[in-house]
T-cell receptor, first 119, second 112 residues
Framework: GAVVSQHPSRVICKSGTSVKIECRSL??????MFWYRQFPKQSLMLMAT?????????EQGVEKDKFLINHASLTLSTLTVTSAHPEDSSFYIC???????????????FGPGTRLLVL | TQLLEQSPQFLSIQEGENLTVYCNSS?????LQWYRQEPGEGPVLLVT?????EVKKLKRLTFQFGDARKDSSLHITAAQPGDTGLYLC????????????FGDGTTLTVKP
C-alpha cells in the first residue's frame, strides 16, 4: 500500500490565488522530504528539500517566496504555491526516504502527485 | 553536481521485443533506484541496487549496477503493452544532503 500520501490529487484554481498541497508519510517518520515538479513526459525536477523544524533548502532558480514550504511535523510537509499563475500549472510530487525503522532508508518513497491547473 | 545520463529518451517497440535502458554517470553513487511512472501518478519503485556488480531480477526485468557504481542498466525481456510507461533512474550519493539525482527518463511504448 501507499507509504506517502498527497492531498489534493487535483486542484484547479484562479490566477492570483494560493494553493496548499500536503504530503504525509503514513507509517514512518521523515525528517526530510523533497518536493519535485514534473512536466509531461519529462523527468522530475527537484524544487526544494523540506527539513522538519527548520527552513527548507531551495534549488537554484526556485523562488522561495513563491513556493512556501513548511515541515511542521515528522510526518507532514506542505507546499503552498502563492499567487499562482498559469505558468505554475504542473504536476507536483513529494517524496521521503525511509527512516531505517519500518522503511528502507535507501529507498525514496513518492507520493501520488498533485495536478495543479491555474486558469 | 552529480549528473545521470539516461538513454534512450524515447523507445517504441513491438510486443515481444527486448530492450535495454542505460543510466551513466561520472560520479559514484551509494545506491541507485529504478522507478516506473504512469501518467498522472507518482513514480513507483522497481528496485534498489547498492553493491557494485549487483544484478537483480524482477520477473522479465533485469537490473544491473556497474562494478564502479557509476552506471546501471535495465533490461526488459519480451516486452508487453503493460510495460509502457516512463522509466526513471535515480542515484543517491554519499553527500549532497541525501538528495537523489534523476536521469531524464525513458518513455517506453510497447505496441500490441
Amino acid at each position: 500500500g501507499a507509504v506517502v500520501s498527497q492531498h489534493p490529487s487535483r486542484v484547479i484554481c484562479k490566477s492570483g490565488t494560493s494553493v496548499k498541497i500536503e504530503c504525509r508519510s503514513l507509517d514512518f517518520q521523515a525528517t526530510t522530504m523533497f518536493w519535485y515538479r514534473q512536466f509531461p513526459k519529462q523527468s522530475l525536477m527537484l524544487m526544494a528539500t523540506s527539513n522538519e523544524g527548520s527552513k527548507a533548502t531551495y534549488e537554484q532558480g526556485v523562488e522561495k517566496d513563491k513556493f512556501l514550504i513548511n515541515h511542521a511535523s515528522l510526518t507532514l510537509s506542505t507546499l503552498t504555491v502563492t499567487s499562482a499563475h498559469p505558468e505554475d500549472s504542473s504536476f507536483y510530487i513529494c517524496s521521503a526516504f525511509g527512516d531505517r525503522g519500518r522503511r528502507d532508508s535507501e529507498t525514496q518513497y513518492f507520493g501520488p502527485g498533485t495536478r495543479l491547473l491555474v486558469l | 553536481t552529480q549528473l545521470l545520463e539516461q538513454s534512450p529518451q524515447f523507445l517504441s517497440i513491438q510486443e515481444g521485443e527486448n530492450l535495454t535502458v542505460y543510466c551513466n554517470s561520472s560520479s559514484v553513487f551509494s545506491s541507485l533506484q529504478w522507478y516506473r511512472q504512469e501518467p498522472g501518478e507518482g513514480p513507483v519503485l522497481l528496485v534498489t541496487v547498492v553493491t557494485g556488480g549487483e544484478v537483480k531480477k524482477l520477473k522479465r526485468l533485469t537490473f544491473q549496477f556497474g562494478d564502479a557504481r557509476k552506471d546501471s542498466s535495465l533490461h526488459i525481456t519480451a516486452a508487453q503493452p503493460g510495460d509502457t510507461g516512463l522509466y526513471l533512474c535515480a542515484g543517491r550519493g554519499n553527500t549532497n544532503a541525501g538528495k537523489s539525482t534523476f536521469g531524464d527518463g525513458t518513455t517506453l511504448t510497447v505496441k500490441p
